[in-house]
């Protein structure tokens, strides 16, 4: 997880409406498939050429074309120039560095959302630019990698009783931006849990690596806020949009996709302050542990220091010493060896030390 | 108390308007109690079923339906077929998870809410999601629990001379509103009471576990600055509604409203606050009893080191050491050992150290 | 001072516009006085009761109404019949834990302010609910104890020459919020000498209770921040409001008072950082007394140790030891002993030990 | 400098728009000069009585008057009813304590601003406040001390040929305000200075002052920010201000003001931030070199304490010692400490601690 | 890099407007450059007079002339004078400590921005002020340095067969902006790498100059935020404005620049979080190594001391001490040394000390 990309770097001076394709090829080759329905009826083809793809009727149907994986220019060109999408939109489903955002072309709507997930051993971010872009009777979906990332929205649609079939491409949109958003919140239940076995972690035992545990949460937070933050504005927008493509009967589930992103930003931000504080209490903690290892150092050394002086005077071998020549001389100093540790340590008892 | 709820996840793919119960059963089986009345009359029915509930003569009084328990998706589902509810209010009835707002249907109007209580140990909140629809002539609230939360407010409907009778289904929903944002305020009276104690507990003797008390009270002043937050722009929202169902004479209590909900808010932000400092200075007195030990240690070490030094030099086994045959040698020792250790004592007084 | 009050709690459940007095009475019974004025006349009457104060001619005059202590609800009661004040003011009259506010009845204006003072001893602050109300022709002013705050207005009004009693009830009131928000400059400036005072310590001598009072400073100006906060956007509301009841003449006077709310947050504003960053201050202070401590301990053990090691040397006992029957075998140790403290006391010194 | 003052205190109590000077006198008694300038000519009349400043006639020329020093209320009031000033403006001229303000009084415009400097040993903000009133044809000029904080526009007023003698008093008001925000960035550069030096000792040598002087540069930035903080505000409200005495070829000058304040404004912020990072730099610093400290005596110790122990044990007086009658038993001794040394030092030399 | 700049400090007291440059010269005198376009043609003529410049027709052609180097105030004079451009104008372009900003002249559009970079090694930011004015058929572009920061523009201009050609002055202002801004991407991938290493170096390994690394990574990023923060709101500006320079055509362009502005701002936004988090965790990396150094000192001392004083004790010179003549004392004192030590790194052990 790269916080910091320079990908867009290499377009300094080239002209904007470049397509110029920023990003790592996540799949061999794009796969294009092509779901066309109307209430009556449903027909799917998966993996067919950009060619064949274009050449479908454009009757009265929604066509609802997928693109996995937009390294490939050409396919993008292809597709743009079909259905006759402005160059600066190309431009940005290529560039997969995008931040999420909506924008008005009065015959299209262009949308830019990230699907966030987390890899199986929970130490990175797997990123994946959406882009989706559709008119009155179109919808063209756009992702980097191969993984379907709309099984979901198919299955539902696949329900020929249901009411999806007979609403338009601003409902179809709808739904793929509703269960992206819904995935933020599986990973924010990763995330929490992830949280919490640190915050046990930190209570009880520190090992070596707790320290750069946190910071790594805390850049995850910093990035899935970075990520999650425009998608509040983008959908608020959508909601004062005026484009006669999104119908009211829409609009009321895009409230309910406000709400969503709401939730789950302040997720986020609680996350956020809870890691910062996890820092200062593990610092504490380690502070606390000094503590701990200098009451016995200094309960140790409080205690025998005095002591050694005590053997070192009788060590000393001066020709005249009273003491030495003492018949109880030497339980004498024993006497006076455990009085001396016995004080200590009811002192140190005192002062709760141990 | 979970931070972070992976309950929603599961609905990731479904299309919205799915009733899917989100949350544990929090009671065995959800109990449906009517109230009726208007200025006349008031009757009242308890824990009847669902089909003797929708058989009730929708006459001009205003009927409150209380559903305790909201894991029978098929209750919810039967009141929503009899009073016309929208199936994105009904899903988000399930859904236990839900931000607190307000929502305007026209023909009625949706309310989330949460009742938040201290579990009697004081150590974890009690939340529960109480949600409100209501129209010109019905009111249905849905809790999770089989506890009911809006005893008070039936006492006051049983008084025949209140002015409440005579009101309309939006009163009573302001009242239900009222109810819950005043246990905020009992809430608050509690939490600030735990930040008291803690507070005593930093200044003078610290436990062990004191630092995961105040970890604990900050996570609990986020989650609760996360779940009131809401409310405030939702009694802000309902102000600025242009729906006929509030009428004039109940908007001036809505006010009233908006600023308890401000008034908890602003007691939670000075908490959290408070607790920040409250780990600083947990950091300042862990680190001032580093001080005290070292002290300690330096005193002890500073004042025998030196001593034991002079009673080593003395115990060599040198064969010319003059000192060794002087008479008063091993007295002359003594005198030098108490004239450093006085010096050193005086010096540490002037410094303060103990 | 108790930070977080738990007696609007007993308010749980009991219908909005019920009169329940909340918070602790000040004085023993309320003190009712009336003051009536206008351009040529003013007759003041102290301690009347609320049946003579109801009583009063109700001509073109202003009558101003003070009512010291508030926990007697039958006081309220009667006044509040007496000039048809809606309920939910009498309500917050009497609910001592207000948020200050400004509220627009059409026929009056309800105003609730907090008197803020510094107990002699500067420990605690002393918070007084204000609460105003006002029509076309009277005023009342409610307290909660029993010394009268607005002597100073009194005193003004006494002067016949002045144009305040040819003004109407608008400027008496704006003359009550301005005596309050003076208080304020008068508090704060007690609060910056405490500061100042608590700068001086950290930064030359820490004594045991510092840090308590360093937390008592922050959070004092918390709860500043909290009641003050309000007050400005109350101003601001005032400057707004479109009742007929201020006039012109007075606005001008509003945005003078608005003024000085700022200016008043803007000091708390610095107050709060200022403690904050001497928090920071204090424990970089504490770790440069541990650095103190350390390097005393350091230079007195860095140097004995070797030294006793090489007395302990020679204090063995082995048959052969050829250093032992050298004639300048002790004075060749004290030599050496002379030159390694002498190294070493070079050493510190060159790293500025001491 | 003293952040907090307690001046405005004494006037608690007092009508609005009373004089009463607040603020200690910078200046014996104040000077009052004239200038008075139109396109053809311009005539300076130096420290004149307050009288005669009143007599001059009317024409239609500007009238700069300048006052320097305002703790002469006589002057103020007699300039105020000359020129029929609004009481509420001549006392905010008096109370020195005055946040920056524009004021729009229809027939003329009040402006409060703080000249600012910092005193040549740079320990101390110089802060003094200006106040300027101007009508269509005067403008009236306040300002603490005797120093002429305005020669320069003078200067400028002295050039026959410059374009400034063409305009209005807008104009002039302008060029003073400009005068006093080019001081800013003056003050800027001083203090910027200020913090690289403190930087350099932070990071290199810290003496025993740094903590008080890092302490009194955050002092001092949000003093400065409290100050120029509301002038941002100001310059913005004075663009939208629609007073015709503001004319459309003044307003495009106010523009670069606006820029020069925020610009001020975003240095504040980045030397308030520097400040706090230095402060936590200052911390690591120190918990540094007590690191450096401990190092040095961690290897003493663990060194000699061991060496210590065999001298101890063959210092012992047993009878039967095998190891003190062999010939080489000495020898092997120091054998023992070289190699047990060596080890350790070895193992500190891997572990980087020297 | 100097944070605070003096320079402008210098123009305190002289007129606005007056031409004085600020700042150090950064090429040995100006080189202009022109540039003439339409549709058909295009006329580079580099490294020209000013005379020259000035002489070329007017015709209907795009003109761009580029100034390298600004401290000649005559040539920017000349221009200034030549293409009619406000005082205010020529003033802004001399004083290159200007924040980014865009005014609206009517007749022509100012435009201030910052050409970012870093040094080759890293250490250092390069800032370097572009001034742009146009108007509807001239466009001057002003620069510090020697170096042609628009290569890339006049490549495209270069390719005949470019929409760029046809397209107006306001196109080639958004081309020159675009390139600015797509510089702040590529700095910020270097920045980001910069944090990426220090991250290393705190997670490991801390050298000498680890801190003040981490605060001057705290310093640049709190001066590109300084930068570019303006940069939002300025083009945002010109997406409001309304002045008819700004093609319908352009406009959609512009989002896109707004857009990229934003995604900067964000990531100097983390930026500025993780340094302060990683200063936090510098801390904590030393607490940590200084535990370390405690518990081998902790560990080395405390079981040393008590061994020593076992050897003192019998070291002891007293006549009558029945161990000495044991026969098995000695080794009986071993045996006892072994069993304590033993015990001590039992409990150790079992503490996790190493």
Known sequence: MRTFSTKQANKVGLPPGTLLYVGAPKTERPIISVTRYNGDIMEEREDIGVESCCELPGEAAVTWVRVQGVHDMAVVEALGRHYGVHPLILEDILNTEQRPKIEDYEDCVFIVLKSLGMEPDGDKLVI????IVFGSNYLISFQESGEDLFRGVRRRLGNPKGRFRRLGTDYLAYALMDLLVDQYFHLMGVFGRQIEELEEEVMSEIAQDTLSKIYGLKRKSLILHKLIWPVRDMVSEV????????QDSTRVYLRDLYDHAVHTLETIEVSRELISELLSVYLSAASN??????????IIATIFIPLSFIAG????????MPELDWKWGYFGVWTLIVAISGTMLYFFKKRRWF
Chains 1, 2, 3, 4, 5 share one sequence.
Not at 239 to 246: A, G, I
Not at 313 to 320: A, V
């Open 313 to 320: 005077i009788y060590g000393m071998n001066f020709k005249y």
């Open 128 to 131: 994946e630019q959406v882009s």
């Open 239 to 246: 909601q004062r949009m005026e484009n006669e493509l999104f």
């Open 289 to 298: 542990r000094l503590n701990e290892v200098m009451k016995v150092l200094t």
